[in-house]
């Protein structure tokens, strides 16, 4: 018989057991009393886990990137896990499935685990599956784990933001700089990859940016720009030093610190937040709550004044 | 002196005085306490207000297809005020002041009423600083509210969810109809406009809808595709019929009573969820909390357990 206890199969994925790592990370995704388990038996437990997320534009090439990324990691001789996240559109599922067909190349190296995640019934959605997932690679010891997202919205943001360093995916020509602005991406960028630097407008892009970041104030770390070409390999090298050197940078610092421990508080706000939801959904569906409603919807009561109300009997 | 005072800025604006009206308008942006006796005054007091949201892909052509809306209704010797949504980003600044130029051919029709709306103080952003202004609005007694958005994105979907028939438009090409799904906007669409479409890919385009419509269940209403030229007014008339019968539509079946309750009870659930997270924001952040937080940084206490604790205690 197949087990599905969290406590057994995540002996098993420390183990190299990747079966019960695929497992327990299916377990993450549907959410519910499983999922609260395994949190319970991964937290505090985490090695030297360095957390990676690359994000941009659909289109920008970032599949290629972390596959070229995975190669850096490799000629390491280091373990490297990717999470890349699946928006839950059906319409994009071909190239998403053409993706990870071509990052399929490592399929046969047991030293690269590659999972898909998507929102199921976990209470939070991607925002807490993430954590959780990453959580688990940390606990069974891969030393990077590579975040990738498929667009840019508020979502991937809350989910690449809670990343080590950030990487921003861009083409050349001005839409991806103003979508990546506009998602908020440009503050949280650690540093930013020109992606099939070889087209056209690819020097307008770096004008674009570095305006960008002329306009914005940093403290100590000033996210550089670098150019690739991932299809060829080329520029990769550089994108991961930069990588090591913004992780040197983190530790010299004493910002990592900070950013895990905002991480930690930013989880904790997101799961107090969608257990209240899931509350406040139950006590507005509440029959005892139709009178109340009935005279709203009539006119008698606004909804400004019924919140109050709702909230000073259940004391919330 | 200038007077700010909700009550009576409501009295002269319901006096057609358009000053007032902008100015209550500003102070539904503003949020905060006036506002909420903003809407304290208007709930239950709007007239036969119908509510069209028109969203779609920036370059769409909405700000054009809105503007020649605009026209239908005065045809009909009706007057009509829009609300348009303006994104925070300080990068399309430029392309929105544009669109608000040429609709300023109306400026000088007192029967238009044209305001852009952005976030500001407002707790729980346009999604409740909207149907805010839509009360306003309604309370003046305009029969007509455009809500035209910049774009696509969740923000969007909730706004312009709220409305009584929702047109999503669209220009010939793929990438259009993949980002609204994507969106979550083919599920709340009442009718597509594809517009440009003298352009080529039109046809792609509405094989595409069709395709997506055929995925999908109705009850009762199907949402046609219609096609306009906005720039040279092709097709409007149409467009303005088809929301009419959408309309017809709604109230024959009842339909239109049914969502207005939903309306409402979405509000309401915003509202509350606005007010408990701000308390969640504040109890995290409270001193008292702090030796909490350490235990759970030190890995000695897991998030979700601490959020249950946290929970109890408040009984939140």
């Given amino acids: 018989m197949v087990t599905y206890d969290p406590e057994q199969l995540l002996a098993q994925a420390k183990e190299s057991n990747r079966v019960a790592l695929a497992k327990l990370l299916s377990i993450v995704e549907r959410g519910g009393p499983q999922a609260r388990e395994l949190v319970k038996l991964t937290w505090g437990q985490g090695g ?156 307008e892009t770096r004008r674009d940016l570095e305006l960008m970041l002329e306009m914005s104030t940093f403290e100590g770390w000033v996210p550089p720009i670098l150019e690739t070409i991932a299809t060829e390999g080329k520029g990769i090298q550089e994108v991961f030093e930069a990588i090591e050197s913004h992780r040197e940078y983190l530790e010299s610092s004493g910002l990592g610190q900070k950013r895990r421990e905002k991480r930690v508080l930013d989880e904790l706000t997101r799961i107090v937040r969608a257990e209240v939801n899931r509350r406040v959904d139950q006590l507005i569906s509440d029959p005892s709550f139709e009178a109340k409603k009935a005279e709203m919807m009539s006119g008698g009561i606004d909804p400004y004044s019924l919140a109050s109300d709702l909230l000073e009997i259940d004391s919330a």
Wanted: aromatic share 6%; glycine share 12%.
């Fill in 48 to 203: 030297e886990t360095y957390l990676v997320g690359i994000t941009g534009a659909p289109g920008a090439g970032k599949s290629t990137l972390t596959d070229r990324l995975i190669s850096q990691v490799r000629s390491r001789t280091l373990e490297v896990a990717v999470i890349a996240i699946d928006p839950t559109s059906p319409f994009s599922g071909g190239a998403i499935l053409g993706d990870r067909v071509r990052m399929q190349e490592h399929a046969t190296d047991s030293g690269v685990f590659i999972r898909s995640m998507a929102t199921r019934g976990h209470l939070g959605g991607l925002a807490l599956a993430v954590p959780d997932a990453v959580r688990v690679l940390s606990a069974v010891r891969f030393p990077y784990v590579f975040i990738e997202t498929v667009g840019v919205g508020q979502v991937e943001v809350e989910v690449v933001g809670a990343a080590d360093t950030i990487v921003v995916v861009m083409t050349p020509g001005w839409g991806d700089a103003v979508q990546a602005n506009k998602a908020g991406l440009m503050e949280v960028a650690d540093l930013f990859v020109i992606n099939k630097s070889d087209r056209a407008g690819a020097r």
